[in-house]
């Protein structure tokens, strides 16, 4: 009998300490890492390159615009007066500028996008690091990114650690 009630308490014990470790309180927080990047010097930095770059490509787009009109119009002024030889190269040079105008708006929107996620994924990275340093400091077991647009509901208890992860990203 002592040894049925001393398993029958062993058991009970048992149950009682999975019952309350499984119903362990989940500790959420939510962050917006749109606004966490917003704050940073080191985006502002990066935008500035990309604004640099961007104007650059666009001088050189329309100074290439600028040319192809030129040649254009002076095709069109001397249409009439031209041999069909020099029309056909004319007309041959003409598609040929319009092409490179083509290729260079698609290679240079490319460029300023792969530019800008070189110079943004460091940052991220960064971002990423701090997250996970405050999660691992403050308890969390999850951190929800909510500038996804994925998340539709916060509760009050879910916690903003954007001020947090800003605090320990500036010194």
């Known amino acids: 009998m002592k040894k049925l009630m001393t398993t029958f308490f062993g058991a009970g014990l048992i149950l009682i300490s999975m019952n309350s470790f499984s119903q362990a309180a989940l500790k959420i927080g939510h962050v917006d ?3 966490i990047l917003a704050a940073l ?6 935008a500035a390159i990309i604004d640099k770059e961007t104007k650059e490509m666009q001088s050189t787009y329309d100074e290439m ?12 002024k001397g249409q009439s007066t031209f041999t069909e030889f020099v029309k056909k190269n004319k007309e041959t040079e003409l598609l040929d500028k319009e092409k490179r105008l083509q290729e ?3 290679n240079a929107s490319a460029n300023l996008q792969k530019r800008n996620s070189d110079l943004i994924q460091p940052i991220l990275n960064k971002i990423l690091r701090a997250i996970d340093k405050v999660a691992a400091e403050n308890g969390f077991t ?16 879910s916690q903003n650690i ?9 010194p």
Do not use: C, W
């Open 162 to 170: 954007n001020s947090l992860v800003i605090k320990v990203l500036k």
């Open 142 to 157: 999850y951190v929800l990114d909510v500038s996804k647009g994925s998340v539709v509901y916060t509760s009050k208890d």
């Open 104 to 106: 260079f708006e698609q």
């Open 33 to 35: 890492i749109a606004e």
């Open 41 to 46: 010097p080191a985006r502002d930095s990066a």
């Open 65 to 76: 615009t600028a040319v192809y009109n030129k040649m254009l119009d002076d095709y069109e």
